[in-house]
């Protein structure tokens, strides 16, 4: 008798470098980003998952995300897998039924946090954005007035429109003073610019690999105080979640023991992509992603393409720009795509596109390359644009303000 069953045909596909464009394209979407060198080759390796080695790779991964965080916190985990699984990990260990929480909605990330609370039984209440803007702290604190919250949600950037919560400080302190533990999603704003989770009264904070910090996709980074940590120990069992168990997770974070086989070279690229920030410092990437993104969004304008959100809610991580009348998104995306080998992103339901400012993709050269290809893609679907200016002003603006640090 066969030992493989004859009715199922044995597949011969192509290899991986047939499959993949012979020449890459440029990762100036929402992410994945391009990654450095670096972390392309510490993300190729595969080392044992316990023991000696991984140890000082967890310890010193635990010690950068620290720094990254600006956290004195111990209760620091990665996790294999998306950001929506710090998320997840968030709500599944602070949240139950008969608890409460506030989800402050800008866009589809932000209310994500709401679909998750929901899942885990607790009682969800949202607060929602006007169009286009944060929801502002005032809002926050009527609505605090109002009911008893154990946990606020938000995030520092809306990706999927471009917003930033400039009063994530203001909010921060607004929660703890109502008793309610302050989560934040940091997914695209990680080290793009400032956080400081302990200044600013964070409980709970997390963030994605492939954006910001421009690691290898697939493991989230998460930070927990001694609060959270002291709340989520009362969590009454069972646990929704195995592997998100945040007190499981301390065997492998925590004591160096086994929880379940972690991420080997995820953890290796994210190593490097951390230590690579602490070589740079903060201060010095946060102001090349602010000028880069102010570069770039001189260059939008300059050329006659409408930014989407306005100046003072402005995320610079994540650029939203108009699809002009009588355009078409995706097809000029495509456009950029095959004629220039440039990748930007779609949008979630908006008339818009998207290009990311986070991590590798703030380089000069990125920045011209995306831009023309932008301007050209749009003048192909017959908007009438000033291609010469806007690349003029992205020139000028890095002349005057970004020498040196692009
Ligand atoms: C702000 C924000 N939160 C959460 C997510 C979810 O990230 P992931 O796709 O890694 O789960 C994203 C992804 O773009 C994001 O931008």
Redesign the pocket.
Known sequence: MSPVDCNIKRPTPPSIIQVLPAEPLLLMG??PVPVPAEVARAGSMVINHLGDTMNLVVDGVKEMARYVFQTCDDKIYGISG???AA?EMAMGNLLWPGRKVLVLKMGT?SN?FAEMAAGVGAQVEVLEAADGQPVPAELVEKKLAQGQYDVVTT?Q???SCGVWTRDLPTIACLAHQAGALMVV?A??TLSTMPLKKDEWGIDVVFT?S?KGLSSLPGVALIAFSDAAWELLQRHPGPKPHWCLDVTRAQNFWGNHTYHYTAPVTGLLALYEALRLICEEKLEHRFARHRHSSLALQAGIAGMGLNLSIALEHRLNSVLAIDIPTGADGARARRYMAECFKVQISESYGRNIVRIGQMGEQCRSPNLFRTLHALGVAFTHEGIKLDLSRGMAELEEYLIQHAAGVL
């Open positions: 929402a992410g998306p950001s929506s998320m990330f994500r995030v950037g809306e990706t999603d997914v695209c994605g492939q």
